[in-house]
């Protein structure tokens, strides 16, 4: 039995502030005073108590151990509550014939066996090394640079695997700053917005850091001077494989059990600030989108749009991994957005042993008998998890 009763510390909590950039996300909601991050740790801890006791120190150090597996483990207790509220019993890491490693549930419906399901995080590089230390550079920045007059915005930063030269930047900020004159820059912010204010170009050849800072005026109202200084970040990411890494992901855990003797759902949170569409997830499971030109000599006569077999679901040879009947997948799943978020579940119309869309009461996409998938709407999050429509806010 786990002597563990609660996800987070018992004390009485004073801080109102903002997450720090670097900070990880359980730190964060330990130890704020927030009411909003109160009713998070109230319900997070009301799931745990539902949690198996000889599973609960396990995922009690995940969501304690740095924001990778704080996701993992968060997404974990979230579906294991979704599969509860949805009227199911749930066994953890249950046996699987021949295999050493076992799915993290099997799910149970008035006492018969219905399916497996895998939960797994497909995390973009906001967790990398280069972003870390982004975010150690930018709470820094608040730490050391102030100025009553201006926040700062940062953009087109060219980071590097070495730590980010703060001491230089800092006193760089320092010596612009003292120099901008507020009521020129304010003029121009206030005729062209951000595009009018100068840029401030930073280069370390040494460290390899490159970035540009602009400054931009506060206003005249007093909670505006107290803010922290850095007021916007401007990060651009470049990912044109989106769709092969949500295939890689799910294709990782189609084989890892074996052929098993009931349906088998994976069920993958997209973490990436960029945002995921459709096209991604059909580009994902049923492959590339492609449009093909019909041509007479050098006459363009039509289009044909079709798909490059490179899906998960069909290749080359047609229908392939088949073991998986279907993906759940949600994007951006937070603590403090998962009344809001739906996760949808994507059948594959090519399943061995197909998931029955009956039991499952979140929107899904489910082939019809021509093959193409057709929207059965579900209930919202919060009316399954009998949460309010903008919980944790005041509505």
Same mark, same amino acid.
């Given at each position: 039995?786990?002597?563990?009763?609660?996800?987070?510390?018992?004390?009485n909590?004073?801080?109102?502030?903002?997450?720090?950039?670097?900070?990880? +996300?359980?730190?964060? =909601?330990?130890?704020?005073?927030?009411?909003?991050?109160?009713?998070?740790?109230?319900l997070?801890?009301?799931? %745990?108590?539902?949690?198996?006791d000889?599973h609960k120190l396990?995922l /009690?150090?995940?969501?304690?151990?740095?924001?990778? *597996?704080?996701?993992?483990?968060?997404?974990?207790?979230?579906?294991?509550?979704? =599969?509860?509220?949805?009227?199911f019993?749930?066994e953890?890491?249950?046996?699987?014939?021949?295999k050493?490693?076992?799915? *993290?549930f099997?799910?149970?419906?008035?006492?018969?066996d219905? %399916?497996y399901l895998?939960?797994?995080?497909?995390?973009?590089?906001?967790?990398?090394?280069?972003?870390?230390?982004?975010?150690f550079?930018? *709470?820094?920045?608040?730490?050391?640079?102030?100025?009553?007059? %201006?926040?700062?915005? +940062?953009?087109?930063?060219?980071?590097?695997p070495?730590?980010?030269?703060?001491?230089?930047i800092?006193? /760089?900020?320092?010596?612009?700053?003292s120099?901008?004159? /507020?009521?020129?820059?304010?003029?121009?912010?206030?005729?062209?917005?951000l595009?009018?204010?100068?840029e401030?170009?930073?280069?370390?050849?040494?460290?390899?850091w490159e970035?540009?800072?602009?400054?931009?005026?506060?206003?005249?109202?007093? &909670?505006?001077?107290?803010?922290r200084?850095l007021?916007?970040?401007?990060e651009s990411f470049?990912?044109?494989?989106?769709?092969?890494?949500?295939k890689?992901?799910?294709?990782?855990?189609?084989?890892?059990?074996?052929?098993?003797?009931?349906?088998?759902?994976v069920?993958?949170?997209? +973490? *990436?600030?960029?945002?995921?569409?459709?096209?991604?997830?059909?580009?994902?499971?049923?492959?590339?989108?492609?449009?093909?030109l019909?041509?007479?000599?050098?006459?363009?006569?039509?289009?044909?749009?079709?798909?490059k077999?490179?899906?998960?679901? /069909?290749?080359?040879?047609?229908?392939?991994?088949?073991?998986v009947?279907?993906?759940?997948?949600?994007i951006?799943?937070?603590?403090?957005?998962?009344?809001?978020?739906?996760? +949808?579940?994507?059948?594959?119309?090519?399943?061995?042993?197909?998931?029955?869309?009956?039991?499952?009461?979140?929107?899904?996409?489910?082939?019809?008998?021509?093959?193409?998938?057709?929207?059965?709407?579900?209930?919202?999050?919060? &009316?399954?998890l009998?949460?309010?429509p903008?919980?944790?806010y005041?509505?």
């Open positions: 039995m786990s002597s563990v009763k609660s996800l987070f510390d018992n004390f909590r004073n801080y109102i502030g903002p997450k720090h950039y670097a900070e990880s +996300i359980y730190d964060y =909601l330990n130890r704020s005073a927030h009411v909003e991050a109160n009713r998070i740790r109230k997070l801890n009301f799931w %745990f108590q539902k949690y198996p000889k396990e /009690y150090n995940r969501f304690r151990s740095g924001d990778a *597996d704080f996701y993992s483990a968060f997404w974990e207790l979230y579906i294991y509550n979704v =599969l509860l509220c949805s009227g019993e749930v953890i890491h249950p046996r699987v014939p021949e050493e490693t076992s799915p *993290d099997k799910v149970r419906k008035s006492g018969e219905v %399916f895998e939960a797994k995080v497909l995390l973009s590089n906001s967790i990398s090394a280069e972003q870390k230390h982004r975010n550079l930018f *709470d820094k920045i608040n730490e050391k640079v102030s100025h009553p007059n %201006f926040f700062l915005g +940062i953009k087109d930063i060219k980071s590097s070495t730590s980010p030269p703060v001491r230089k800092c006193k /760089y900020l320092v010596r612009k700053l120099n901008a004159n /507020y009521e020129e820059i304010l003029q121009l912010y206030k005729k062209e917005g595009s009018g204010v100068p401030w170009k930073f280069k370390d050849k040494e460290s390899g970035t540009i800072f602009f400054p931009i005026p506060k206003d005249s109202r007093p &909670e505006e001077h107290n803010r200084i007021g916007l970040v401007i470049w990912d044109t494989g989106l769709s092969n890494r949500i890689e992901v799910i294709k990782e855990k189609v084989s890892k059990y074996g052929e098993l003797d009931l349906p088998y759902l069920a993958v949170n997209i +973490i *990436d600030e960029r945002g995921v569409d459709r096209l991604n997830i059909e580009n994902a499971l049923f492959g590339e989108f492609a449009i093909s019909l041509k007479q000599g050098e006459k363009v006569v039509g289009k044909e749009f079709k798909r077999p490179n899906g998960l679901w /069909y290749g080359p040879e047609g229908p392939r991994n088949r073991r009947s279907g993906v759940i997948i949600v951006n799943l937070y603590p403090w957005n998962l009344a809001k978020v739906t996760p +949808i579940l994507w059948h594959n119309p090519w399943a061995k042993r197909p998931f029955q869309s009956k039991l499952w009461k979140l929107p899904q996409y489910i082939p019809d008998e021509n093959n193409t998938l057709k929207e059965i709407k579900g209930q919202e999050p919060w &009316e399954l009998g949460l309010p903008n919980w944790p005041n509505s």
